[in-house]
């Protein structure tokens, strides 16, 4: 079994700060969200489940916000009341979450946004971090060819930052607001504090030890050697000042003159490699989004540098080969199946993908119902599949972290899936003196090692190496559902590493195999295969004995873990939005 390398990340995860037979193939849409979790389904989770599986949910009429902080959701909210579209929206709630949710929310990271407008307008856009030109496939080694963990640790493990570059995208070809208007909110934040909550407490204490290595975080979030208290009024006039550069010259307050001069001074002081050519030279860029239908119903989602849209397709076409509705939720057959898809779409993922600029991808192939009929072929109805025998690009052989996910949906029927991250909680630790954000620990989302496990187990190979210029292979999974009209009926998206693909795939199928609500497709309990390590994790206190007894006897190890992605998910059912932050991180969904 590959161990994990590094323990900091799963530890995140852990801690929730971010974390049999064949039935027929069946093609038939089933039936639109709208009920809780069946009875029967029910008796599958143990009691002392986490999480409610009825919870309270918002429910609107015209528009709606799911985040994974309150004034986030509330800023998004108000955009949308004074006008604003969706993509609008979507802007102010991403600064918005860099100030008040700073462990994920960002501008000193980069992410991923789908967008689908009303008018039948659909776009993809990529402000993943680019390695910077002097970055060498080896950086990451000592000199004994072994892993260190500089690319999680430090000045550098960053990749240049996408976000603002690509919000300004989103902004400059969708936006109908002034973008000055949607800073706005996150600079007032910023500038006169908001105070301090629980999750915030605890998540700074949480990572205090690490992020005192650093002058900027130690002086910014632990002023007096402690993180602001519960209740306390956080301010950050640094950021302030940064957030009004760009607010008063668009990126180029980012990636040129002051703000692009502190960063390369303070990577050159602390042997990071970012330099102001660097930041300017950074693209965020329009992709071809990912489209492919599961159970009669369009879903569009992340090309790469994203693996998320093109695994979570193929996933769910291996899966559309089963009735998983008729094989019951939760049970053995429901779950084995699930991993099965899971290991091979992943042994694909973690060998084939990358970034497409740099490394011929096999688009086709991951979309293609003709290849996923093969993988599906190779599954064994009763036990599984060793991970050693699943052999990327031919199926079988013969024989927290932190990142932050949120939708957001207005009056006209626009859409907008947006996750971005820093990677790990916190990103590098690194806050830019002078200039209040944090940076990304992004590059250890490249294949630092081919072969070897990175910060989430995921072992990759030489198609994510390291190169100059190039994006590391991410996960993210900003997705949106459209119903029999082309209207959007579903946003979708989690954080969690691996696991958002995997999360997201089996909010989506709660909802739309299993008929389940918003409240209960989220809340109820997940699991996770990624092909190696060759286990299938649990959420803790998720899955029953007798199930993990059953699974075992299939051939599974079964670790239990904190969590399965956090999931903030909005469902349209009829003419009404409901929404729901994922119980598994502390947001708030709010519509009006
Ligand atoms: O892009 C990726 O796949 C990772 N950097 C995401 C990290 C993440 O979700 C951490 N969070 N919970």
Request: some cysteine.
């Amino acid at each position: 079994m590959v161990t994990v390398r590094r323990r900091t990340s799963w530890a995140l995860l852990a801690a929730g700060l971010t974390a049999c037979g064949h039935a027929a193939p069946t093609g038939a849409p089933a039936p639109a969200a709208s009920a809780p979790i069946a009875a029967q389904e029910q008796a599958r989770v143990p009691a002392d489940w986490r999480f409610s599986l009825h919870p309270t949910f918002a429910t609107a009429e015209h528009g709606m916000v799911a985040t994974d902080a309150a004034l986030g959701t509330r800023v998004g909210v108000d955009v949308l009341r004074a006008g604003g579209n969706a993509v609008d929206a979507a802007v102010a709630t991403a600064f918005a979450l860099a100030v008040v949710y700073p462990g994920a929310g960002n501008i000193g990271g980069g992410g991923f946004m789908v967008v689908r407008m009303a008018d039948g307008r659909t776009a993809a856009l990529d402000f993943r971090e680019m390695a910077p030109q002097a970055a060498t496939r080896n950086m990451y080694l000592d000199s004994a060819g072994n892993l260190t963990d500089r690319s999680v640790e430090g000045w550098l493990s960053s990749g240049v930052p996408g976000s603002v570059m690509g919000l300004w995208e989103a902004h400059r070809r969708f936006g109908s607001k002034p973008w000055a208007t949607l800073l706005a909110p996150a600079i007032r934040m910023a500038e006169e504090g908001f105070v301090v909550d629980a999750d915030l407490h605890r998540s700074l204490e949480y990572s205090q030890k690490r992020m005192s290595q650093y002058p900027g975080s130690a002086a910014l979030f632990y002023p007096g050697g402690q993180p602001p208290a519960e209740g306390s009024t956080f301010r950050n006039p640094a950021l302030a000042h940064t957030l009004r550069l760009i607010a008063e010259r668009g990126p180029a307050g980012f990636y040129e003159g002051e703000t692009a001069e502190t960063i390369e001074r303070e990577m050159k002081a602390n042997g990071g490699i970012i330099t102001r050519e660097d930041l300017k030279r950074y693209v965020a860029k329009w992709r071809d989004p990912v489209e492919f239908t599961y159970r009669g119903h369009r879903i569009i989602s992340m090309p790469p540098s994203s693996s998320g849209g093109l695994t979570l397709a193929l996933i769910a076409d291996i899966l559309s080969g089963y009735d998983l509705r008729s094989l019951g939720w939760h049970t053995p057959a429901h779950l084995h199946f699930l991993a099965e898809a899971m290991r091979r779409a992943f042994a694909d993922r973690n060998a084939l993908l990358a970034d497409a600029d740099f490394t011929p991808v096999p688009r086709d192939q991951f979309l293609s119902p003709a290849y996923a009929a093969r993988l599906r072929a190779t599954i064994d109805p009763n036990k599984a599949t060793p991970s050693s025998e699943v052999r990327p690009g031919l199926g079988v052989a013969a024989g927290g972290t932190h990142t932050t996910h949120f939708g957001v949906v207005d009056a006209q029927g626009d859409a907008v899936a947006l996750t971005t991250t820093l990677n790990n909680g916190y990103g590098s630790g690194v806050t830019i003196a002078g200039a209040g954000f944090l940076m990304n620990d992004e590059m250890d989302d490249f294949a630092a090692k081919p072969g070897s496990p990175n910060m989430f187990g995921l072992v990759q190979l030489e198609a994510n190496a390291i190169a100059p210029g190039k994006r590391p292979l991410s996960a993210m999974t900003p997705t949106i559902v459209l119903d029999e009209q082309g209207k959007p009926m579903m946003v979708a998206g989690a954080s969690g590493g691996p696991r958002i693909i995997t999360a997201v795939f089996q909010v989506l199928s709660n909802v739309l195999d299993f008929g389940m609500d918003v409240g209960s497709g989220v809340a109820a309990p997940r699991v996770h295969q990624q092909h190696l390590p060759d286990v299938l994790y649990y959420e803790s206190r998720g899955v029953t004995p007798d199930l993990l007894q059953a699974l075992g006897g299939m051939g599974y190890q079964t670790p239990n873990t904190g969590g399965v992605g956090d999931a903030c998910t909005i469902v349209r059912t009829g003419n009404v939005w409901t929404g729901l932050a994922d119980p598994r991180g502390g947001g708030v969904a709010e519509g009006y």
